[in-house]
């Protein structure tokens, strides 16, 4: 399994001269916004050409995007947004307060593709949904200051 975590606590803290109510309305745009863009590119990432199953000499070893046998690694990607509810047969009922999210890989192997290294197994790293979330995590602030504006228009804060 292979998962990312969004918390927004220090957007929440950013944002205490609001109140509480918009602060977490805020918050969870954010961090709603960037879990699903990383699933969008982790989906993508994920979405490579079809191979045969019997294909171990698969040119697009080690890059994007991930070469598809059967599909699950890409149907194991899941997403649960801010205030969300998730029943999973490993973990049973969880659910993800305001401020938090998670994007994730339920397929047994995602973390091998990953980062094979990690698992005992040679090839390349294919970081499917670390990547992503490197890259949006890294956009967080100006996300960030385009929701608290959107905030500020849509409740007549100027």
């Given amino acids: ?75 194991a990607l899941y997403m649960i947004l801010p205030g969300s509810a998730a029943l ?14 998670y994007v994730g890989d339920s397929a047994k192997y995602a973390g091998e593709i990953e980062n094979p290294a990690a698992y005992g197994r040679r090839g390349n790293k294919r970081p499917f949904l670390t990547d992503p979330a490197r890259e949006y995590l890294g956009l967080a602030p100006r996300i960030a200051e385009e929701e608290l504006n959107e905030a500020v228009k849509k409740h007549g804060l100027n």
């Fill in 1 to 75: 399994m292979s998962y990312i975590e969004f918390n927004a606590q220090e957007a929440l803290s950013a944002l205490t001269g609001l109140r509480k109510d918009l602060a977490v309305e805020v918050a969870n745009n954010i961090v709603g916004r960037i879990a699903k863009n990383v699933f969008r590119k982790a989906f993508g990432n994920l979405s490579g050409p079809r191979i045969a199953p019997k294909d171990k000499h698969n040119p697009g070893i080690g890059g994007y995007p991930v070469p598809v046998r059967t599909g699950h690694l890409r149907r």
């Fill in 88 to 101: 999973s047969s490993m973990y049973g009922k969880f659910t993800v307060g305001p401020g938090e999210a």
